[in-house]
T-cell receptor
Framework: EAGVAQSPRYKIIEKRQSVAFWCNPI?????LYWYQQILGQGPKLLIQ????????DSQLPKDRFSAERLKGVDSTLKIQPAKLEDSAVYLC???????????FGSGTRLTVV | GQQLNQSPQSMFIQEGEDVSMNCTSS?????WLWYKQDPGEGPVLLIA?????ELTSNGRLTAQFGITRKDSFLNISASIPSDVGIYFC??????????????FGQGTTLQVKP
């Protein structure tokens, strides 16, 4: 089966600019996650969707980050405006059910200068 | 918030040696997962554990769900160069079982000398 697709792979922006990431989960996976992975750390959950509804966004900086999952399939994560500390790899993952281990995409490496 | 303490932070071993790493939590977890991450890629699931005391193998990898439900261990036997990477533990606390929220450790970087 096809894996989790993410784009772009790399993005460099200046601080205060906006950026958007796209994710296409594995077909049929109802649960979709966005993680932030800062260099040298483990992934940190930003937001979790079940179909097109938000299950957990407690660690999403809502003043600058937003995410949506269109029709319960693809998802986009947006940062506006970006800060230097947003430099990280943004990983999308999906699973058939929330209780199962997730399949991760290759991530988008964001550099804010 | 909840944290996982993963150790060691890094390991440099000779090919053929066995490797052990562990993860501890201050709270009780209902699920433990072990992932491996190669450079430029997302983490890949190695082993999933769902019951206290459970011991599960995947080839040369063996992981255990600690009896206290606050720790987990991963062993790699007879390491080979392709075992190089960062290994992450991830846990799901009792309160988040329905939502599936995972907390990740800081990772163990493994280097294997041929």
């Amino acid at each position: 089966e096809a894996g989790v697709a993410q784009s772009p792979r790399y993005k460099i922006i200046e601080k205060r600019q906006s950026v958007a990431f796209w994710c296409n989960p594995i077909s049929g996976h109802a649960t979709l996650y966005w993680y932030q992975q800062i260099l040298g750390q483990g992934p940190k959950l930003l937001i979790q969707f079940q179909n097109n509804g938000v299950v957990d966004d407690s660690q999403l900086p809502k003043d600058r980050f937003s995410a949506e999952r269109l029709k319960g399939v693809d998802s986009t994560l947006k940062i506006q405006p970006a800060k230097l500390e947003d430099s990280a790899v943004y990983l999308c993952a999906s699973s058939l059910r929330p209780q199962e281990g997730s399949t991760f995409g290759s991530g988008t490496r964001l550099t804010v200068v | 918030g909840q944290q996982l303490n993963q150790s060691p932070q890094s390991m440099f071993i000779q090919e053929g040696e066995d490797v052990s790493m562990n993860c501890t939590s201050s709270s009780i977890f209902n699920t433990w997962l072990w992932y491996k991450q190669d450079p430029g890629e997302g983490p890949v699931l190695l082993i999933a554990l769902y019951k206290a005391g459970e011991l599960t193998s995947n080839g040369r990898l063996t992981a255990q769900f600690g009896i206290t439900r606050k720790d987990s261990f991963l062993n790699i036997s007879a390491s080979i160069p392709s075992d190089v990477g960062i290994y992450f533990c991830a846990g799901r606390s009792a309160g988040s079982s329905n939502t599936g929220k995972l907390i990740f450790g800081q990772g163990t970087t493994l280097q294997v000398k041929p």
